[in-house]
Nanobody, 117 residues
Framework: QVQLVESGGGLVQAGGSLRLSCAAS????????MGWFRQAAGKERVFVAG??????????ADSVKGRFTISRDNAKKTVYLYLQMNSLEPEDTAVYYC????????WGQGTQVTVSS
């Protein structure tokens, strides 16, 4: 059974930090590129950050560059994807989704991040 389960969301004040985690199992996610997307209320889902299967090539949306860091841990059967979010802004408020790209996209259920001003 394929599962991508996000955790770590919550309510934080502007300027604060959160670390999101995603546990991916049920496929060989260690060989998949993975990433984070977010969807604010009433808006489309957009790309936030991505990382190659090896973790060598992180890339970011301009809006989060320098504030967010994506990383992954392929060491175990369950692959873990992380998003360290620093200097959070109210504009970062959204549901954050973990995703993996194999023969198709695989998505998690999302975790809410709310940044208060």
């Amino acid at each position: 059974q394929v599962q991508l389960v996000e955790s770590g969301g919550g309510l934080v004040q502007a300027g604060g930090s959160l670390r999101l985690s995603c546990a991916a199992s049920g496929r060989t996610f260690s060989s998949y590129a993975m990433g984070w997307f977010r969807q604010a209320a009433g808006k489309e889902r957009v790309f936030v950050a991505g990382i190659s299967w090896s973790g060598d090539s992180p890339y970011y949306a301009d809006s989060v560059k320098g504030r967010f860091t994506i990383s992954r841990d392929n060491a175990k059967k369950t692959v873990y994807l992380y998003l360290q979010m620093n200097s959070l802004e109210p504009e970062d408020t959204a549901v954050y989704y973990c995703a993996a790209l194999g023969m198709r996209w695989y998505w998690g259920q999302g975790t809410q991040v709310t940044v208060s001003s």
